[in-house]
């Protein structure tokens, strides 16, 4: 046993650990769509795919509808894996174990009746549309998402309600790395790629910055289109 656990451990020794960050959106629009996502994919060829899902998003069931009878998913992200899954071999990986809480679901209804926000939201919608993922995963896709929070915080004047949106979105985020960098410390891999909505880039980024700086295992994270 113990050197089967030591062969296990320099073979994780041994591994790359390259990841690349996608930011997406989870419906199809415009050039954000499954096709263009499945570009992205031949061009990484990960080993493992890490998704912002819970198990059930990809259940098993749902796996067999689609090698038995070619049913596709309607998210963005699994209908690009399913069509990847056809010619390459990979392990998918849901890697939410938390949801957002409801605090940050009132505060979502609160500034969509906003017109203002309305505005600022059909301009980034337009970009999505027309942009795609060099959009979403762009510098100025980070700005207009800075520009809607400031906008947020300007039409809803509750600290305590602001305070427990981003313990939420803290708390979420946190438990997506954690669940990758405990599967890579079970499992190796040369690459692999984490998709994560649009709104998270930014400090997902600043989280990864922070693990790299206290987690013994050091994973080669890379962004996608980070311009």
């Not at 046993?1 to 629009?29: P, Q």
């Not at 069509?83 to 409801?102: C, K, M, R, T």
């Not at 017109?115 to 959009?135: A, C, P, V, W």
């Not at 313990?167 to 984490?194: G, P, Q, T, V, W």
Request: proline share 1%; glycine share 4%; with cysteine.
């Amino acid at each position: 046993m113990f050197k089967r656990v030591a062969f296990k451990r320099k073979l994780i020794l041994l591994a790359v650990y390259n990841i690349t960050l996608i930011s997406t959106v989870h419906k199809e629009i415009g050039k954000c769509n499954s096709e263009e996502l499945y570009r992205i994919f031949q061009s990484i060829n990960p080993d493992v795919i890490f998704l912002e899902a819970f198990d059930n998003s990809y259940s098993k069931y749902h796996q067999m509808l689609f090698s038995q009878f070619g049913v596709y998913q309607e998210r963005l992200e699994i209908k690009a894996i399913q069509a990847y899954s056809q010619n390459h071999a990979f392990e998918y990986v849901p890697v939410l174990d938390i949801g957002l809480s409801d605090e940050f679901e009132n505060k979502v209804a609160i500034v969509s009746e906003n017109k203002d926000y309305q505005r600022l939201l059909d301009r980034y919608i337009s970009l999505e549309t027309n942009g795609g993922f060099q959009f979403l995963n762009s510098k100025r896709n980070i700005a207009l998402q800075e520009e809607m929070r400031e906008l947020e915080d300007r039409i809803i004047d509750d600290e305590i309600l602001h305070q427990e949106v981003n313990k939420s979105i803290d708390a979420y985020e946190h438990s997506m790395l954690r669940n990758i960098y405990s599967f890579c410390k079970e499992k190796s891999f040369d690459k692999a790629i984490f998709m994560c909505g649009a709104g998270h880039r930014k400090t997902i980024t600043q989280k990864i910055i922070e693990y790299e700086a206290i987690e013994n295992l050091k994973l080669n994270w890379t962004f996608y289109n980070d311009i």
